[in-house]
């Protein structure tokens, strides 16, 4: 089981930006892909990004297409999600997770481990 520890939540006002990590220990597949999903209250979790470990194929949800990047830093183990311009709709638990293979999935249950989650509340 990989175990998966996010950070970097916080409050923030509209517009502004915040980095997650997430730091995860090593897989023993050969190769794996890491996602990025969010949760707010009273609905369901849904997709946000994902990556492969070699840093490509990244994919974005609709909604944070041009403002969140999702990134990689294999010598630290660590994806990132860069969120620039948020918005109050923005607010969510953000949870890491991983897959095996080398493409990532919008699918949740595509993912067999996951973080604990990390709170974004973006204030108007």
């Known amino acids: 089981q990989v175990q998966l520890v996010e950070s970097g939540g916080g409050l923030v006002q509209a517009g502004g930006s915040l980095r997650l990590s997430c730091a995860a220990s090593?897989?023993?597949?050969?190769?794996?892909?890491m996602g990025w999903f969010r949760q707010a209250p009273g609905k369901e979790r849904e997709f946000v990004a994902t990556i492969g470990w070699n840093g490509y194929h990244a994919t974005y949800a609709d909604f944070v297409k041009g403002r969140f990047t999702i990134s990689t830093d294999n010598a630290k183990n660590t994806v990132y999600l860069q969120m620039n311009s948020l918005k109050p709709e923005d607010t969510a638990v953000y949870y890491c997770a991983t897959r095996p293979g080398p493409f990532g999935s919008r699918w949740l249950r595509d993912y067999d481990s996951w973080g604990q989650g990390t709170q974004v509340t973006v204030s108007s």
């Open positions: 090593r897989r023993t597949d050969s190769s794996y892909a």
